[in-house]
């Protein structure tokens, strides 16, 4: 049994055949996780959906509420409108900054779907938290290896010492 690294893919080659799968004839077993490639259409629904949620959960609800306490307060003179644009500019005011608020509220939930999709493991998300590694060459580089690779590289070079 050998192993080698190709790329971001971890190839085990082992005497008997796997069962199923690209590699099938050739005596290879692939790590599942070696092969990063995620679908646009995945990381496109994702997005879509990260959209619409953070809109209808946080961002909508908050610009309202912030509206409608900023529109007490004016009512109830705390706050003064102004003499000659209304209370408008304060409402205005209150709903883009509650909309932003929940926009911004929603990040982390949306970091974690697409965490689950695979992307974004590690410290940092996206590529602007790799210490400016951005640029040609110079993408991302993940460092997962799964149990079972793990194993096999482990009892490769035990096998080859007992030869």
Not at 84 to 109: D, E, H, N, Q
Not at 146 to 162: D, G, R, S
Request: proline letters at 6%; one cysteine or more.
């Amino acid at each position: 049994m050998t192993s080698e690294t190709i790329g971001q893919t971890i190839v085990v080659k082992t005497e008997e055949a796997p069962a199923a799968g690209p590699a099938a004839g050739k005596g290879e077993w692939k790590c599942p996780m070696g092969d990063h490639h995620i679908h646009r259409d995945d990381v496109r629904k994702v997005w879509k959906e990260c959209q619409e949620e953070s809109f209808w959960y946080r961002a909508l609800p908050l610009s309202l509420g912030s509206m409608a306490v900023t529109g007490g307060l004016i009512y109830n003179g705390v706050w003064k409108s102004s003499k000659r644009f209304g209370p408008f500019p304060k409402l205005a005011v209150a709903g883009i900054l509650g909309f932003a608020v929940g926009k911004a509220s929603y990040a982390g939930t949306c970091r974690s779907k697409f965490q689950e999709l695979g992307l974004g493991d590690g410290k940092g998300f996206g590529p602007w938290s790799e210490g400016g590694r951005i640029g040609p060459g110079r993408g991302h580089r993940c460092h997962y290896v799964c149990e079972e690779c793990k194993k096999k590289i482990q009892a490769a070079p035990a096998e080859e010492v007992k030869s």
